[in-house]
């Protein structure tokens, strides 16, 4: 199998906190995970790829600094909303490469977040 | 830019039908393409198709990649209201990065 998940499945916060994000593939080791954004009706972007034991490639327009990235094991990533905003409010899918013929992506269930 | 345009946004159908989802893309070298489910939350897979004219198959669904006019189809026969969700294309480009461009989907919905 392979079976991604994310913790917390939902998350509502205060401006100006910081929520964690968790992506852990459970059954296949990772080198490779990806964060995406999904704002209501629009597609999934890639906000940055996640590499295990280095640090993250963040996409155009992405600011780092924002969204923390860290990819300490084979099986984790976390994502980290620093000071999030009302306008950071999104549904955060991560996946992870589960290396093979065709590289193919997991996509764990996603972590719908609120920021009031 | 690295582009993925699918169509139509949203489509209603009755149990029985057949539909035919539409994906077009411009990307910088093509490596593939991919077809997701998504129903509540994780997309899961579908297809993923890398050369023209081959048709995919499984069980009631079908895809096929037309690389010179840049465009593939995904389709349904028979469809179920199980069937109901967002289908997403996306396009893995060339160039060693294992990135996906997602377009913003098709929402099928099959009433009984």
């Known amino acids: 199998g392979a079976v991604v998940s994310q913790h917390p499945s939902r998350v509502i916060c205060k401006s100006g906190t910081s929520v964690k994000i968790e992506c852990r593939s459970l059954d296949f080791q990772a080198t490779t995970m990806f964060w995406y954004r999904q704002f209501p009706k629009q597609s999934l972007m890639l906000m940055a790829t996640s590499n295990e034991g280095s640090k993250a490639t963040y996409e155009q327009g992405v600011e780092k600094d924002k969204f923390l990235i860290n990819h300490a094991s084979l099986t984790l990533s976390t994502l980290t909303v620093t000071s999030a905003h009302p306008e950071d409010s999104s549904f955060y899918i991560c996946?992870?490469?589960?290396?093979?013929?065709?590289?193919?992506?997991?996509f764990g269930p996603g972590t719908r977040l609120t920021v009031l | 830019e690295d582009k993925v345009v699918q169509s139509p946004l949203s489509l209603v159908v009755h149990e029985g039908d057949t539909v035919t989802l539409n994906c077009s893309y411009e990307?910088?070298?093509?490596?593939?393409l991919l077809w997701y489910k998504q129903e509540k939350k994780a997309p899961t897979f579908l297809f993923m198709l890398?050369?023209?004219?081959i048709e995919k198959k499984s069980g009631r669904l079908s895809s096929i990649l037309d690389k010179k006019e840049l465009f593939s189809i995904l389709n349904i026969t028979a469809t179920q209201t199980g069937d109901s969700a967002v289908y997403l294309c996306a396009v893995r480009p060339g160039g060693g990065s294992e990135k996906l461009v997602f377009g913003k989907g098709t929402k099928l919905t099959v009433n009984p």
């Open positions: 996946s992870a490469r589960k290396r093979g013929v065709n590289n193919e992506q997991f």
């Open positions: 990307v910088t070298n093509f490596r593939s």
């Open positions: 890398t050369s023209s004219g």
